[in-house]
């Protein structure tokens, strides 16, 4: 199962709202992902968390709040965000204590902040 | 730091055909990897392709091949017998080795097939 699976597809919310998206992969990876894909722009990188721990965090502003509660599940609290957040929301996972780090995708979240 | 340069917005190729992606990078890591990326519209990335620096031999994977020159940090992607599913956009990018780290990615290529 080479399967990154995320939820909601798609998410429209207001600035004032709090909501979440969810990550889930089932590989044995310990090492997992959060990326902003702005339309026809390339992946940016935003959190990585490596063996449940935050080690690099690409001074995303504090209205995105990553969280990894076990090794299989990453979620991405959203809380006051601006217009300018709306983009998709990409998870990845990879293998660690490899050489290769090898990222899988999930499908993405489409979110729009109105 | 890592920068990954792609300098074709934009190809066409006929169906059948052969087609080559280019990408140059700069690093200052000395352990790092390669990928090339396809994402179909509004579809998932899809990994396609993997290079250590480390081995000179290139990489290939059933049509797709290619072309490393880790001198010229050059890492072009052939496409041989292109098919009407290998419409996406490509993406290059480049990560450190030997621990988690996120990808750095070109701007992409947006490749079309003509039937």
């Known amino acids: 199962d080479t399967e990154v699976t995320q939820t909601p597809k798609h998410l429209v919310m207001g600035m004032t709202n709090k909501k979440s998206l969810k990550c889930e992969q089932h590989?044995?990876?310990?090492?997992m992902y959060w990326y902003k894909q702005k339309a026809k722009k390339p992946p940016e990188l935003m959190f990585v968390y490596s063996y449940e721990k935050l080690s690099i965090n690409e001074s995303v502003p504090s209205r995105f709040s990553p969280e990894c509660p076990n090794s299989s599940l990453l979620n991405l609290h959203l809380h006051a965000l601006q217009p300018e957040d709306s983009a998709l929301y990409l998870c990845?996972?990879?293998?660690?204590?490899?050489?290769?780090?090898?990222?899988?995708f999930g499908p993405g979240t489409r979110l729009t902040v109105t | 730091a890592q920068t990954v340069t792609q300098s074709q917005p934009e190809m066409s190729v006929q169906e059948a055909e052969t087609v080559t992606l280019s990408c140059t990078y700069d690093t200052s890591e000395s352990d790092y990897y390669l990928f090339w990326y396809k994402q179909p519209p509004s579809r998932q990335m899809i990994l396609v392709i993997r290079?250590?620096?480390?081995?000179?031999q290139n990489a290939t994977e059933n049509r797709f091949s290619v072309n490393f020159q880790k001198a010229a940090k050059s890492f072009s992607l052939k496409i041989s017998d292109s098919q009407l599913g290998d419409a996406a956009m490509y993406f290059c990018?480049?990560?450190?080795?030997?621990?988690?780290?996120?990808?750095?990615f070109g701007k992409g290529t947006h490749l079309i097939i003509q039937p």
């Open positions: 990845a996972s990879s293998q660690e204590g490899t050489s290769v780090n090898e990222q899988y």
């Open positions: 990018g480049t990560n450190s080795g030997g621990g988690a780290d996120g990808l750095t």
């Open positions: 590989m044995g990876h310990r090492a």
């Open positions: 290079q250590e620096a480390y081995k000179q």
